[in-house]
């Protein structure tokens, strides 16, 4: 199984994109599934979280203004980002974790905020 992440794009500070992450088949077992960010010559921080339950968190900065979502019959994760600012250019990164321990990653999507 795969995760395949898309709508990374440029856009202006206060400007939003939305993220998607779907898988290319049934992950079992799924625990949680979230979103990581990566800027350049910083370490991967993790952004968002949503749990088997449907609870989220969230990284301190992006509190109110990301959120995170699925659709669990496209088996896709999403992460809503409004009044993006330039310290959120970074390269995502969406995860699914099980409780089984397996943790799966995307490839990346890059994001780039224009002041």
């Known amino acids: 199984v795969q995760l395949q992440a898309s709508g990374g794009g440029v856009v202006q500070a206060g400007g939003s994109l939305r993220l998607s992450c779907a898988a290319s088949?049934?992950?079992?077992?799924?625990?949680?599934r979230g979103w990581y960010r990566q800027a350049p010559g910083e370490e991967r921080e993790l952004v968002a979280t949503i749990l088997n339950n449907g609870m989220t968190t969230y990284e301190d900065s992006v509190k109110g203004r990301f959120t995170i979502s699925r659709d669990i019959r496209k088996n896709t994760v999403y992460l809503q980002m409004n009044s993006l600012k330039p310290e959120d250019t970074a390269v995502y990164f969406c995860?699914?974790?099980?409780?089984?321990?397996?943790?799966?990653w995307g490839q990346g999507t890059l994001v780039t905020v224009s002041s």
């Open positions: 995860t699914t974790k099980t409780v089984y321990g397996r943790l799966y």
């Open positions: 088949g049934k992950i079992v077992g799924v625990n949680v």
